[in-house]
DNA sequence: CGAGGGATTGAGATTCATCAATCTATGTGG
DNA sequence: CCACATAGATTGATGAATCTCAATCCCTCG
């Protein structure tokens, strides 16, 4: 990627986390790997960057210097047509990786923007080869990363084009509460932040703005959930999962340590 | 998976094809191993089998003994909702992986079935961790081919979320035939075998079989292309691709050897 | 206080699904 | 080799889900 294009990305210069210290290693790429190798594996992590919300972090057709791996805030990666047309691939998470590609020369075949105040940590992609070479827990937990991810764009494909609107929004829904839920360890909570406009929610489900809305005061009027001021409430969890045919335990990383 | 599920697979007990030998190899698994090696990774793979057309080879919810590799055929991975409704997730063509998961507990979360007469590389799943370990062509191989899986499945999730039925039947029957014109190196012809029922294209493209039926005759009254007796003939593979906002360079591996 | 982006609602058009019937090709048993 | 059975393909008629266009409202921010 040429510099001018990373101008959203603003690295940290000062007091940058320490991989020992990271609250959200249990989630991410060194997962897995020694307290006493993790000093080392770090030299691999070049930077960490803050992103506006709105703010692209790599775009489709371009190369990518980096991949990164989320540790606050929410990422949307997403594909678009000539038309203009976008469908949000999947909602990027901490602990979750972006940019990711085996081959270095490759260009990005997805863009990713930040939808709130994001910070990245930054792994520069021509050392990967060597990172996964020298450290098989680092390569062996980019394999399960891999798998997850495989496994939640498999599903929103069964979702997208199977269900109803309804169904769809409310699959989509369960699936952000659960994930947000299982990352912060807040289990007892019914109400999370959610920075995603109507047009977003219609983007990744492949509704309209305007059928998102109207699908929404359903979901209100069945007393299931709500968004109000970036909140999402969620009123009966089981009843929403059903509707959206949405399983609990899928977003559970299926670690082999 | 316990043994009464696999009545499908007939294993193959005399002449079996041997890896150095394998006209597919550069598509595959192996692709990249030293000849010299070959030999012995071929111990992993520790049979072949045959499957015919519309037989499960494993299935949601259970798990696996094995993964395989497309020798020859086509196979439909898919998922299914309680309402019995079914996306087809991807095809799987020679060359291609089925079933990998790196978490050798985890249950299937897809199915998979042989669309025609289907020879297949099994795999044991228990001894994939090790092979992983002691051959690293093999490892890094295997992240490619994870990779290519992910962006076929993001196309196809930009494709049913964001196009109309005509466009999405366009994009599934493009990719389709690049895919086998890649795989057998006949780059000059203009039809290729194609043992998918209408049915079939409209649980790929979340479509139904009538509607399917009805949009392959506007292609054909377009001039765009036709199927019929189990051949899809190609009339006009630009404005087909343009249809469907297909990339033919998208069904390239990218590969590093 | 004004501007602008998102949210909300209405009306009408379009696409696609559903239901139902017929047709065609393929294979099977007698 | 024929009669029948069956699955897939085709067409028509109708209705539901979703999109498009347009207007208004509301909230936030400068």
């Not at 320490?18 to 060194?30: E, N």
Request: hydrophobic content about 35%.
């Amino acid at each position: 990627m040429s510099s001018d294009s990373h101008i959203h990305l603003i690295p940290i210069e000062h007091k940058q986390t320490a991989c020992t210290d990271c609250s959200i290693r249990r989630l991410a790429l060194f997962h897995g790997v020694d307290e006493k190798d993790l000093d080392w594996t770090q030299q691999y992590r070049s930077n960490q960057f803050t992103i506006a919300p709105r703010k692209e972090i790599y775009r489709e057709t371009q190369s990518s210097d980096y991949m990164f791996t989320v540790y606050h805030g929410w990422v949307a990666v997403y594909k678009t047509l000539d038309s203009g047309k976008r469908q949000i691939i999947r909602i990027a998470l901490p602990g979750d990786m972006l940019g990711f590609q085996p081959d270095l020369q490759a260009v990005m075949t997805h863009s990713a923007m930040a939808l709130s105040e994001t910070v990245l940590c930054g792994f520069p992609s021509k050392a990967m080869p060597e990172l996964l070479r020298k450290n098989l827990s680092v390569a062996r937990r980019l394999t399960e990363l891999n798998a997850r991810d495989m496994n939640i764009c498999q599903s929103r494909l069964l979702t997208i084009g199977q269900q109803s609107a309804i169904e769809r929004v409310a699959f989509f829904c369960s699936e952000l509460f659960h994930r947000i839920k299982m990352i912060y360890n807040h289990q007892q909570d019914t109400a999370i932040h959610f920075p995603l406009s109507q047009e977003d929610i219609g983007d990744a489900t492949g509704l309209t703005k305007i059928h998102v809305n109207r699908t929404l005061k359903t979901l209100r009027e069945m007393g299931l959930m709500e968004i109000s001021s970036k909140t999402l409430s969620i009123h009966d969890v089981n009843s929403l999962c059903e509707l959206g045919n949405f399983n609990p335990d899928s977003v559970k990383i299926h670690s082999l340590y």
